[in-house]
């Protein structure tokens, strides 16, 4: 059965899997387009916003403002482009694309990587729409319920104050996230990741989200750091991880899932061990790990959600195919 070349990437992103399928089998006649197959399918889902997790308009931070996250991969040349809390720049991993392609960084941070996008000719505009407008002030105002802060900040005049200033906006942050996570059944945690392989076996890994719910200016995830929220490496192949990033970034789970392949491991059990070593830590840890072996054999393991959906396009395959449920 025929594996290569493929698309596969996290979630039921299909729009944006069905556009890197089709530039990547444009590449057929020599032409490598893993690249722009990665990079232009997770623009498709900044474009459309994906579940609102990924590109303008979700998840505000405590300013109500949104910043992006993203990163890409080339498992040839083992190059990475990223940009964290990217501000006012829709196009996060076009841009990452830019840090790989036109300098020697691999990352670049907040309003410098602004300044270099807007240099590279990108358009700055604001991220916020009416509805993460609306997000962030239903989540201000859900500070103000005396009930909900009474034992975090005993005073109903903080708790249920003015939003400035901020007390002890890490335990805030932590109540309140719990709080939304427990209502909306987990939908938090919804970044893109993508692997293309084409049929020579090169690969690439990208990433792109607007990060999580609830939190503090400045925060980064794990999906703009190597080993974290993507990883690829020709030799073995690559993962891509989503969910909880402050705690998955501590652990590199993309990296350890592909060198679990590299020490002969099979996808899913690759996808794994890098879920496991969170849960050593973290038993409240929610989070997915989709890893692909070079030559297109694929597998995902997921821990605190229902089910992990995850689109996969390929000769044999064009379809969504479910991961196991969660693990106990
Ligand atoms: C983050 N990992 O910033 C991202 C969020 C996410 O699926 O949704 N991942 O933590």
């Known amino acids: 059965e025929l594996l290569l070349p493929m698309v596969i990437n996290t979630w039921n992103f299909t729009a944006a899997n069905v556009l890197a399928w089709r530039i990547l089998k444009q590449s057929q006649g020599g032409l490598r387009q893993t690249r722009n197959a990665v990079v232009e399918g997770c623009t498709k889902c900044e474009k459309l916003q994906c579940d609102r997790t990924v590109g303008f308009g979700g998840s505000p931070d405590e300013n109500g403002e949104t910043t992006l996250d993203a990163m890409v991969m080339d498992g040839s040349t083992m190059d990475v482009g990223a940009v964290a809390g990217l501000r006012r720049i829709k196009d996060a991993i076009r841009v990452a694309r830019c840090v790989l392609e036109h300098t020697h960084h691999t990352m670049l941070v907040g309003d410098a990587a602004t300044d270099f996008a807007e240099a590279m000719g ?6 916020v729409t009416p509805e993460s407008k609306e997000m962030w002030q239903q989540w201000t105002a859900r500070n103000c319920q005396p ?149 297109g054999n694929y597998g995902a393991a997921c821990y605190g959600m229902q089910e992990f959906p995850f689109v996969v396009s390929s000769p044999a395959k064009n379809r969504t195919a479910k991961d196991r449920p969660r693990h106990k």
């Not at 990108?122 to 991220?127: C, G, I, K, T, V």
Request: hydrophobic content about 35%.
């Open 122 to 127: 990108f358009e700055s505009e604001s991220l």
């Open 147 to 295: 009930n909900f802060w009474k034992n975090v900040y005993p005073d109903p005049q903080i708790s249920c104050g003015p939003y400035n200033p901020k007390p002890t906006p890490l335990t805030r942050w932590k109540e309140d996230r719990a709080r939304h996570e427990y209502e909306m059944g987990h939908k938090n945690h919804d970044t893109i990741g993508m692997i293309a392989i084409d049929a020579e076996s090169n690969i690439h890994a990208g990433t792109s989200t607007n990060g999580a719910l609830h939190k503090i200016a400045g925060r980064v995830g794990d999906s703009p750091i190597p080993g974290a929220g993507a990883y690829a490496d020709n030799e073995v192949g690559a993962a891509v991880a989503t969910g909880d990033g402050d705690v998955m970034m501590r652990f590199l789970p993309s990296l350890l899932a592909v060198e679990a392949m590299r020490g002969g491991k099979p996808p899913a059990e690759a996808a794994e061990v890098g879920i496991r070593r969170i849960l050593k830590h973290h038993k409240d840890f929610v989070g997915a790990v989709i890893a692909v072996d070079r030559l």
